[in-house]
């Protein structure tokens, strides 16, 4: 059995400056949610279009077995889905449409979208809790519901690897919580063993801690940690967001009214 | 469904309408009872140059509502990539070194139109930057040349006749359309507008952005060029017969929209619609407000120009 995903000895440069160097990561089996941390600069986007096939780069990246460098987009699109920090949806054009864009690779030419696809469609859009709104037009909507809208289009694409970059950075915080609580049951499945994974930039990394599984910390182009929030003891942790975000605690709590699970937060220390 | 109704009777009101206005008085019993005259005006005058209303607006809204969503830009027009500019040098060469006659101007037009498009994308394919911004430049710089060469033109062309000659083919009209004249270039519309219609999921996927639609499947630098030259060959064609129209590109699919709300695939149909419905109505005017013969475009620049107007007060609301 090929690993799940791999990224081997990954490396980037734009005109000679170096954006990523050396990256390697593998996980073996799906089912994982992984966040990239680090600061502005640092390379979490060049790393997404990397896998993209958007950006040349030195190394391999594969998704069970498939090297994923120049696959044509119908192709690439079977494997991956790419959600970007807004989508670029500028002309009027129903909620639904927008949704139903999920099928464009699985789509012959001339061929139409059928019945069982637009209720599959309907089916995303209740499941990101966006139901009612699938008659409306996509550009009337927040910029949170636009979010629940792609992502509900990302689950239609039915791909293995989902890729999101910076999904919080226009979300206010009910909604950054909403929409990784959505993501984590899409990779996390409760009732089947999941095929997927997700890959995740994100700015803030207690988000990263309360869903993902693992948390992948560059700096200067470089991966400097790989975290694991599940086992990996508070100290070591606390070192390894340091070298990123500067002095700063890790606290863990727990609220039994709330939830068994413990959360933790992050305090800078000035 | 019942917008779109009701927009298709209107243009049949409007066709109708067409078929009976102008110069020589038309009435159904005269055409019943066969009275040649009658008869004869109408085959050869009304009924070709109504047909050309129909279709070549309706192949313009098409078209419009193409470059719009393709270009991701409300305000895009044929223009943006040259088609019209590059007709007028092509009509304005055949005026001056072939015949002022209709084939040739319709067939010099359409190759100028075709030839300037296909520069602007062949520019757009050597630059290492393939976005729609340069298209657009592409555009632009191929606009700029066409015009050059228009102005050339016209410096040699003789001011008494082949000089108003340019000037009345850049105003547009419908006048002198004969059936031997729209043959070739309805057909190119009435297949070109199909399959836009036939392609209007790929159409929708080209208006995300670039990145987003690589990410769904869609090959966008090979979809977008044939998506923009079918809209091409549809403009290419009908303002071959017709001379520069403004703004039924510009006007229909906002219409459209306006009317149906979202982008859906009735919203490309209804932009034709409102295509022919405002190439019609303003040919009727053309046609019938004055002594002589106006042309078509200052009928439709005047609709056009309050409509944009509107758009951009409206515009802000949102």
Known sequence: ?270 | MAILTLAMALTVIAFVSALMTGKYPISLSGLLSGEPMEVRTFTVLRLPRSLMGLIGGFGLGVAGFVYQTVFRNPLASPDIIGVSSGASAGAAFAILFVSSASPSTTGFAFLGGLLAVCLSLGLTALSPVKEHASIVLAGIAVHSLAQTFLMALKLMADPEKQLASIEYWIMGSLSGVTASKIRIPVLIILVTSFTAFLLHRHILALSVREDEARMLGVSVQKTRFFVLLLATLTVAAAISVTGLISFIGLLAPHIARLLTGHNRQSACVLSGIMGSLLLLTADIFAKSLATVELPVSIFTSLLGAPFLIFLILSERRR
């Open chain 1, 1 to 270: 059995m090929p690993e799940h995903f791999s990224i081997r000895d990954l490396s980037v440069s734009l005109s000679g400056t170096p954006i990523l160097e050396h990256i390697t990561y593998s996980v073996k089996e799906p089912g994982h949610m992984i966040a990239l941390l680090g600061p502005n600069g640092s390379g979490k986007t060049t790393l997404l279009r990397s896998i993209c096939g958007e950006l040349p780069y030195d190394g391999d990246i594969r998704l069970n077995g498939t090297d994923l460098s120049g696959l044509p987009p119908k192709k690439l699109a079977s494997h991956i889905s790419y959600v970007p920090q807004q989508s670029g949806i500028s002309i009027s054009m129903s909620v639904l449409d927008v949704v139903l864009m999920g099928f464009y690779s699985r789509l012959r030419l001339l061929a139409q979208p059928t019945g069982s696809m637009r209720e599959d469609a309907l089916r995303a859009l209740s499941l990101v809790g966006m139901a009612d709104f699938s008659d409306r037009d996509y550009l009337t909507l927040s910029g949170g519901e636009k979010q629940l809208v792609i992502l509900a289009r990302t689950l239609i694409e039915d791909t293995t690897l989902l890729l999101f970059d910076e999904p919080d950075s226009s979300l206010d915080l009910g909604n950054k919580y909403r929409m990784l609580r959505l993501i984590s049951q899409m990779v996390h499945k409760a009732d089947a063993p999941s095929k997927k994974s997700a890959l995740i930039c994100l700015h803030d990394p207690v988000l990263a801690l309360s869903f993902c599984d693992t948390l992948l910390l560059l700096k200067n182009s470089r991966l400097i940690h790989t975290l694991h929030p599940a086992g990996d003891p508070i100290s070591e942790m606390e070192q390894a967001f340091s070298e990123i975000y500067g002095p700063i605690r890790l606290i863990e709590f727990s609220d039994p009214q709330f939830s068994e699970q413990k959360r933790r937060i992050l305090l800078p220390m000035p």
